[in-house]
Structure formats: structure tokens, C-alpha cells
């Protein structure tokens, strides 16, 4: 199952429900996180993800188990474009040539859905206390979405003594390359 | 305000008899983009109910006060809670019961003509997904033709009609709904029929329909006769009814002709189809009248909701039978095809008896257009 930070459970419910009590539950979050929405109601996946995107969620992706549907969305964020101040960054065709480790620092049901093939998974949030999991010696591209939250995670591993880190510029949603999955 | 019912029904009645409606339609943009209700005086204002949650208050302005407006969504719910909110801001407006879904299965038989000796033909029209079913009557009995799958009409209608059905025909094997045709037979004891060639993989027993079949429906002995025209399918067979009508199947609509490859064979059907279309139908008599099993736009529909064309008139305005050039035609059938049907493979499979999905599946596999034309 993939992880989330909250779970809805609309199962049973007819449509409008499930997006009704999605929107309310997604005020609970924090931006950023990962809600779970549990729904029978086979209409939700395409609702959901007209929703999302018309109000500034990230839907993530659907996962079918029998007759239910775990819709994965995350939360979006209305903070202003902050500047990436990380001054060591690659390209995302630099990192398909190099041979460093590509550190994806998105949650873990964004990893899910879609990630690099080969790319290590520790969430954002995650990373501070899993530093002990990387090589310092090692070449590392910090990749997330946009570029904002490996901008952060680039900054948190120079600060703990990692010397070869890049932040990769723009990110996963202009990457065109080969998706892995892992659902 | 009230907020007021809708049965499909109702909304086809505003179809056939060209009445103005204002429909809002609550949902997503795909969805609708793909698929609408049609009506020749129809208005649409499409805004999915996602984006209604916080208030209405935004579309009031456009949504007219001199013209009935009905909110149409896909199953009910979306529709009923965008109506009571309306209702509350102080407009009258109505919603569809059982949204698109009850419109996609909504039948309305019309009569198409009057046979010899007090006969009657009718012809049962499936608005929201273009399905043309034929229900022939004459002195206590009755035959129908591409029945569609909601068999209680056809049951009740000839109960109503105090006659019994005898036999049940498909014309092909069905790609874009799903037959109702042997459901009706077990029902009735009714003889059903079905192209062989068409039957290769159909896992239930059925008789024979091949070339040169005759039916008499009643004692008056209306002909039903069985006419070979391969192309939509390789067994696809035509009808031609009391020597005035012409059933086509999906091989030959008012507007457009049938596409050869929604079983997998455009490339070895199009010499079929161009077979059929240009020699077959042209030794045929040309005040013959032509009842396809299908229309695509609204605007097949005559005046009084039918879809019928002589056969005649066809030959001069049909552009899929005006195209001189082989090499031409074979590329408009098999290039740029428009999108399939949805789970067009799935449906062949029930067809064919290979699998029986219960009735909310089968709902969803015929969610949408249907798509056995080519223009």
C-alpha cells in the first residue's frame, strides 16, 4: 500500500460525496501531504482529477484493489515561487549521463507513481533523520517536482558535510524520460 | 423554488418534438466534450459540480429565466445537490432523474409505418446512444430486429400490443451495445438468429441467418427477407421488410456508411463493404426505405423523431455512397477512423456469450457515443 498521510474512507458514497468530503478533508492537511481517498463510486478517478487540478491539488495517480479505487492526491501549496538559492544544480539530461545517485525527495506515493528508474526514495521530510542511508563520497542529484523541495534537501545535506550534492533543475514534471512505478 | 423531475422520457419528448431546453450539465468537461444529451434547440452550459461546491453564484447571470433549464449529471447526485442549490438562490429548475445513465438506456418506440392488412412497423429509438431497434407486428405476432438490451420494452410493448413475439433477429454481431436479442428469445421462446459468420465464436446455440431467409410474421404473411451484406462485419445481413423497407444494420446509415474495423479486419472487410454498398444495394428497388440500426447526429432524425430515407435519396446524398474512386473509398474506411467505442471488445465478448457482466458493468461498458460510422 502506499503511504499517505491521512486516509478518507467514501466508500459506498455516490458522487457528489467523495469530492465533497475530499475537499473537506484536504483543509486538514498540511501543503504538501498525501491524502488517501478510499471510493467505490468508479466515477471519482476522473473527478478527482478534474478537481484537483482546477483547484491546485496534485492528483497522484489511482491504485484498484478489487472494487475499491485509493486515489493518492497531494495537497497543494498557495505559498508564493520562493527563490532556489542552492548554487550547485544539473540538468536533467546531465543526470541521465552521470553516474551520480539520483535522490528523490518527493513523498513517498509521488515516488510511487512515477519515479526515475534507479532513483533512491527518502521523502523531504524523512531526510534529516536518514542521512546515515547516503555516501558522502558519492556524486548525489537531489531531484523533487519543481525543484523547490530538493532545493531545501541540497542545502540540509551541504550543511551535514555531503560536498558532492546538485540540485536537478526543473524537475520530475518536465521530465520526459523513462517512468518507473512502483504500485 | 422547487426543483422539479425529470425522466428521461420527458427530455426525449423535448428532443422529438424540437422544444428549447437549457441544460447544465455538472460534469467534467471529458465527459461532456465526449457526450451530451442532443436536441436540435438545445443550449448547454457546461460546468462540473467540483467547481459548484462553494456556491452557485457565479453562473446565475448566465443561465436564462424565459427558457426551461434541466441539470444533468452523471448518475443523479451532483445534479440534485447543483439543483437544490439553484433552487435556493431562487431559480426553477429541474434535474434528470438517473442523469446520463438512465438516459443512455432510455428507448422511445415510434411507428414508422402501417403494413398490409392493419401490420405495423415500429421503430424504437435510443436517443442518448443513437441505437435503432425494429419491432415488426402483424395479426398477433411479432419479430424484432438488433433488440438492445433492455428487453422489458420490448416485452411490454408487444404485451401491449397483445402480440407475441416469434422471432428475434441480429443483423450482426453487435460491437457498440449489447444485444438484447437472445435474452428475449429464452424469455419468449421466440427462434433467435444470428449470422454464422458473425457466430464463429458465440459459445450458445442460435439459428442460422443467411441469405434468401424468409420470416411471415401473422397470417397476413408480411416478408421478412434476409439479404447477405458483409462489411461492418463479415456476417452482417440486411432486411428487407414487405418490399418497402430496407433495414441496413450497421452497414449503411442516413449520413455516413458502416466502418469494417471493429473486428479487427478493416483491411480484408473494405472490399466487402464497397461490395455491398455499391452493387448489392444498387439492384435493390430504389423507393425502398431505408431504417439503419443506427444514427450518429441528431439531425438524422425526421420530423417526427423516425430515422428513415429512401433508399433513392441516399444514393445522391450519402457521401460513403459517392465515392467513385476504390482506392479513395478504401482509405476513408480505413484511415482516420474515428475513436472506437468504448470497451468495444468487451461488448463482443458478451455478445458472443463469452462473458456476462451484471447489469451496472454492462451500464458502463455502453457509457458514451456509439462510433460505427464512417463519414
Known amino acids: 500500500m502506499i503511504q499517505a498521510n491521512h486516509q478518507l474512507d467514501a466508500k459506498g458514497l455516490a458522487c457528489p460525496m467523495p469530492i465533497v468530503k475530499t475537499k473537506k478533508a484536504i483543509t486538514d492537511l498540511e501543503d504538501g501531504q498525501v491524502l488517501e481517498v478510499q471510493a467505490t463510486d468508479k466515477g471519482s478517478k476522473a473527478d478527482l482529477a478534474a478537481w484537483a487540478s482546477t483547484v491546485g491539488h496534485q492528483y497522484l495517480g489511482t491504485l484498484e484493489e478489487g472494487d475499491v479505487l485509493y486515489h493518492y492526491i497531494r495537497k497543494g501549496s498557495n505559498e508564493p515561487e520562493v527563490e532556489k538559492t542552492f548554487e550547485h544544480t544539473v540538468s536533467l539530461d546531465e543526470i541521465e549521463s552521470g553516474d551520480g545517485l539520483i535522490l528523490d525527495v518527493r513523498e513517498a506515493a509521488e515516488y510511487a507513481f512515477g519515479h526515475i528508474q534507479g532513483a533512491k526514495s527518502i521523502p523531504m521530510g524523512e531526510l534529516e533523520s536518514r542521512l546515515e542511508e547516503l555516501d558522502k563520497e558519492k556524486e548525489i542529484y537531489v531531484i523533487c517536482r519543481t525543484g523547490k523541495r530538493s532545493d531545501l534537501a541540497a542545502q540540509l545535506l551541504a550543511n551535514n558535510g555531503f560536498t558532492k550534492v546538485y540540485n536537478v533543475l526543473p524537475g520530475m514534471n518536465e521530465w520526459n524520460g523513462k517512468i518507473t512505478k512502483e504500485i | 423554488m422547487t426543483v422539479n423531475k425529470w425522466t428521461a422520457a420527458q427530455v426525449a419528448r423535448k428532443v422529438i418534438d424540437n422544444e428549447e ?8 468537461h471529458d465527459a461532456f466534450e465526449d457526450w451530451k444529451i442532443d436536441g436540435h434547440k ?14 452557485v453564484e457565479e453562473i446565475l447571470p448566465k443561465l436564462p429565466t424565459d427558457k426551461e433549464v434541466l441539470v444533468v449529471c452523471a448518475k443523479e447526485g451532483s445534479s440534485v445537490m447543483v439543483a437544490e442549490m439553484l433552487s435556493e438562490a431562487g431559480r426553477e429548475v429541474a434535474y434528470l432523474e438517473g442523469g446520463m445513465k438512465s438516459w443512455s438506456s432510455y428507448l422511445e418506440p415510434i411507428k414508422v409505418s402501417d403494413l398490409e392488412n392493419g401490420g405495423e412497423l415500429y421503430q424504437f429509438v435510443r436517443l442518448g446512444k443513437g441505437c435503432l431497434s425494429y419491432m415488426v407486428i402483424s395479426e398477433g405476432e411479432a419479430a424484432i430486429i438488433d433488440a438492445v438490451r433492455f428487453t422489458d420494452v420490448f416485452t411490454n410493448f408487444a404485451k401491449e400490443k397483445g402480440v407475441e413475439i416469434k422471432h428475434v433477429f441480429d443483423t450482426h454481431l453487435h460491437a457498440d451495445h449489447i444485444s438484447g436479442g437472445r435474452q428475449i428469445a429464452a424469455n419468449t421462446g421466440a427462434i433467435y438468429y444470428l449470422p454464422p459468420k458473425d457466430a464463429t465464436e458465440v459459445v450458445f446455440d442460435y439459428t442460422p441467418l443467411t441469405e434468401g ?11 421478412v427477407n434476409a439479404l447477405y451484406s458483409p462489411g461492418h462485419t463479415i456476417g452482417s445481413t440486411s432486411f428487407v421488410i414487405d418490399n418497402q423497407f430496407l433495414l441496413t444494420g450497421d452497414i449503411l446509415f442516413i449520413d455516413s456508411i458502416g466502418r469494417p474495423d471493429l473486428a479487427g479486419l478493416a483491411e480484408d472487410w473494405v472490399g466487402d463493404l464497397r461490395e455491398t454498398l455499391y452493387s448489392r444495394y444498387r439492384e435493390l428497388a430504389e423507393d425502398l426505405v431505408v431504417l439503419p440500426a443506427h444514427f450518429m447526429i441528431i439531425d438524422e432524425l425526421n420530423e417526427d423523431g423516425t430515422v428513415a430515407r429512401r433508399l ?3 444514393f445522391k446524398e450519402n457521401h460513403g455512397l459517392n465515392i467513385k474512386d476504390e482506392a479513395e473509398f478504401r482509405r476513408t474506411v480505413t484511415d482516420n477512423l474515428p475513436p472506437q467505442p468504448n470497451a468495444y471488445e468487451q461488448i463482443r465478448q458478451v455478445n458472443m456469450g463469452k462473458i456476462t457482466p451484471n447489469n451496472d458493468e454492462q451500464t458502463e461498458m455502453e457509457i458514451g457515443p456509439n462510433r460505427c460510422a464512417v463519414r
Open chain 2, 213 to 223: 431467409l424468409n420470416v411471415k410474421i401473422g397470417a397476413s404473411q408480411i416478408d
Open chain 2, 42 to 55: 438545445f443550449e448547454y452550459l457546461n460546468i462540473p459540480y467540483f467547481e459548484l461546491l462553494e456556491g
Open chain 2, 312 to 314: 433513392d435519396d441516399l
Open chain 2, 21 to 28: 431546453l437549457f441544460i447544465l450539465d455538472v460534469r467534467n
